[in-house]
């Protein structure tokens, strides 16, 4: 009897052999690509965001020029420089004496600012907002502390919050301020920093010291609806006291978070419990942002 060939035994394999071997070979991958038993870990599997924080400072009222503010600022600025991982300080306005005897030191008090934070901070950046003894002398302040209106990322946020400084320098809102709030929208968080305080009800600071409530209302009334719970603090400054209220400050700004600070020179400042700075801190999981800012007392 002659054998059948290879070829042979090949064409004589019973039908549907060729379904059950493509079958069994679809159950062994999907048994490959079975979840893994408990205990074992998940392949592939993408971690979640963890939350991460950013350590910032707000120092208001050095009037560097008066007095013994200078040294007094020398001393305060290091300890705020040192506690924490820094990454940004605001600087509130009357940074110096600028306007004292017509301006005619101007130039010194503002190079000893400066040249006390530029030693101090190092590469960590800063920004300063203008202040009433500083609006005689707005060109000095931008030679040496930059403009007076403006909005930055704030350092160490992606790009998910926004630094904006105004000009209220002399008790009322620049034009350019106003735009700069008509502009906010809902793609950022924002911080906002300028020197007067506004009418919130409840502060302390004395009533010369506090815009008005027209000015106040027309701050308010500048920021667009989308933007308001995206408006995550207002620090401002000029009232030498600290103050804080961190809700409902305003009809419709339930989340926002509003600041006075001390100060940190020698011009009316009280010794006693509001000479300092504030220690502030952004949390920041995932999309979700918050801030908060703490009084320390020097």
Known sequence: MKRKSAAGKRRTRQPGTRLISRLNAGLKKKRSSSPPRPG?????????????????AVIGDSHVGYGNSLAIFKNLLPKAAGSGNKRFFIFGGDNTQAGANHGNNADAYYKDFKDTVTSTLGSTPYKA??????????????????????????????????????????????????????NLDDRYYYIIDFHWPLQISGITVESSHVLSAAETAKFFAAIPDKARDRVLAI??????????????????????????????GDYKCKPSGDRGYYNGVLTINGSDVTVDAFKVTV
């Open 40 to 56: 074992q870990p998940k392949p592939n599997l993408k971690r979640k965001a963890k939350a991460y924080t950013v350590d910032f």
């Open 129 to 182: 907002s203008i202040g009433n003894w500083e609006a005689s002398t707005r060109a000095l302040f931008t030679k040496y502390l930059g403009a007076v209106t403006g909005r930055i990322n704030f350092p160490g946020t992606q790009g998910l919050v926004r630094y904006v400084w105004l000009d209220c320098a002399l008790g009322s809102f620049s034009a350019d301020s106003i735009s700069l709030l008509k």
């Open 235 to 264: 620090f401002t400054h000029h009232g030498h006291k600290f103050f804080r209220k961190l809700t409902n400050i305003y009809p419709g700004f339930t989340k926002t978070k509003f600041f006075v600070t001390g100060c940190s």
